[in-house]
């Protein structure tokens, strides 16, 4: 399927993209030319969370250096001795894309929604440049976040960047969590020795990396100014169809473009994080296998994903005298909560039956 004019205006974001080796100047002229505002996506989030039957609560969590996290709580009558989940969304995402789930999750067991440090309504700091740090930035943040709130231990549950912060948190604070629940996780696997590819990388997608490097994943979304909501609906319609059962309208697609329009601090962080092509500088399977034995890992995958379900293999292989379980939901692509909510949700119920 193809509209008219896309090609055209993505030439033309590509040579505007290519006269600057920065974009930092962006955020002083965003709120004239972007069609944004934290009250707007205040407002989208709002309209997101408008079908959730459950009673919730809202509010800022202060952490260290005058920061906030955004946060919703769902507090359980069944939940006394529960281990409470925490939901941590992935590159771009928010609090609000977990619609699908927070209802079924949070009947018998306190559940606990993030807006991750730079993105959503959370603060949106600057990150250290250094991939090691920015993570960490990450992880105390965090952290600091359960120690306001009270927590003595919780399930993390990460999609996407939000696995591979749960386990990096799980490294650095493993008497904190019980299990962990790694959802398409990114950054695990090393990036590959083109040389040993059947298939190498063609030249002209080594040129638009080259070209693209500089800039962040969603810069062109901010380029664009007032085009910016049209481009999201008509690039990304599949998120209108996976939510289609509660919203007949434009709810999605607003909501993903006021999260990413705003100033661009975890995805920053995130482009700092990551080697061309996507791949992470610190890839997590470097690591995982230092994981303390007794927390048990489920990675769940959607079955049309372009994600390499191999990572999940490599753990397992990593910690044979650990619980590590993988699971495959059927029909389902990257945002597997979202195309199949309801097998995700029971398997993620049934995963977190075995911890309490």
């Not at 993903?256 to 610190?282: C, D």
């Not at 769940?300 to 990572?311: E, L, M, V």
């Amino acid at each position: 399927m193809t509209f008219p004019g896309v090609h055209s205006l993505f030439s033309n974001v590509l040579g505007c993209l290519n006269t600057t080796s920065r974009w930092w100047w962006l955020p002083n002229w965003l709120p004239s030319w972007c069609p944004t505002s934290q009250s707007q996506l205040k407002s989208a989030e709002d309209k997101m969370l408008r079908c959730i039957d459950s009673k919730f609560s809202k509010q800022f969590v202060p952490i260290s250096n005058s920061n906030l996290l955004w946060m919703l709580t769902f507090n359980s009558n069944d939940a006394e001795d529960k281990t409470p989940m925490v939901l941590l969304h992935g590159i771009g995402g928010g609090v609000g894309l977990w619609a699908h789930n927070l209802d079924i999750l949070s009947q018998q067991r306190s559940v606990y929604a993030l807006d991750l440090l730079g993105f959503g309504q959370s603060s949106r700091p600057q990150f250290s440049t250094d991939a090691q740090e920015a993570e960490g930035q990450f992880v105390e943040s965090i952290e600091q976040w359960r120690a306001k709130v009270g927590l003595e231990a919780m399930i993390l549950l990460g999609h996407n960047l939000g696995g591979y912060l749960a386990a990096s948190y799980s490294l650095r604070y493993p008497d904190r969590v019980k299990k962990i629940v790694l959802v398409e996780p990114w950054g695990f696997p090393e990036r590959p020795d083109t040389t040993d590819q059947d298939r190498p990388i063609p030249v002209w997608i080594k040129a638009l990396g080259a070209m693209l490097s500089p800039f962040n994943p969603l810069a062109g979304l901010r380029l664009v100014g007032p085009l910016g909501p049209t481009l999201v609906q008509m690039l990304r319609p599949d998120f209108k169809k996976k939510f289609s059962t509660m919203f007949n309208d434009n709810t999605v697609s607003e909501y993903i473009y006021h999260l990413n329009v705003q100033t661009p601090s975890g995805e920053t962080a995130f482009k700092n994080m990551t080697i061309p092509y996507g791949w992470a500088k610190r890839p997590m399977l470097q690591r995982i296998g230092q994981l303390r034995a007794e927390i048990p890992v489920t990675i769940i995958y959607g079955s049309r994903s372009s994600i390499d379900c191999n990572s999940g293999n490599a753990i397992k292989e990593m910690r044979p005298n650990s619980h590590v379980e993988i699971t495959t939901i059927r029909r389902a692509g990257h945002y597997v909560y979202a195309d199949q909510p309801e097998d995700f949700n029971h398997r993620v119920l049934q995963v977190c039956d075995q911890v309490d």
